[in-house]
């Protein structure tokens, strides 16, 4: 199983950054897309950003041109930098992980605990 580990949420104001960390724990298991949700309180959880399987990104429109994704494969981390953040941004964070058994080809997925940003107005 992979086990993820995120760090770097916080209360910060309108129009500040913050930057969340997701380390996996992987084993001899293959991450094949991994990535960012959020659930708002009393909404669907939903993308963010993420890799795709073919190791393209995705984001959320309304994350585009203030959120950035990126990883560093050496340490299986990703990361989400969150620039210009709005109110709307409040949410719990949670990062993602599509990941298979190389010896069997099974695919399972992972969610992280999940770290809480607030944007105050």
């Known amino acids: 199983q992979v086990q993820l580990v995120e760090s770097g949420g916080g209360l910060v104001q309108v129009g500040g950054s913050l930057r969340l960390s997701c380390a996996a724990s992987?084993?001899?298991?293959?991450?094949?897309?991994m990535g960012w949700y959020r659930q708002a309180p009393g909404k669907q959880r939903e993308l963010v950003a993420a890799?795709?399987?073919?190791?393209?990104?995705n984001y959320a429109d309304s994350v585009k041109g203030r959120f950035t994704i990126s990883r560093d494969n050496a340490r299986d981390t990703v990361y989400l930098q969150m620039n210009s953040l709005k109110p709307e941004d409040t949410a719990v964070y949670y990062c993602n992980a599509i990941y298979s058994d190389p010896r069997t080809l099974r695919e399972s997925t992972s969610w992280g605990q999940g770290t809480q940003v607030t944007v105050s107005s």
């Open positions: 890799y795709t399987r073919g190791g393209a990104i």
């Open positions: 992987r084993r001899f298991f293959r991450i094949d897309a």
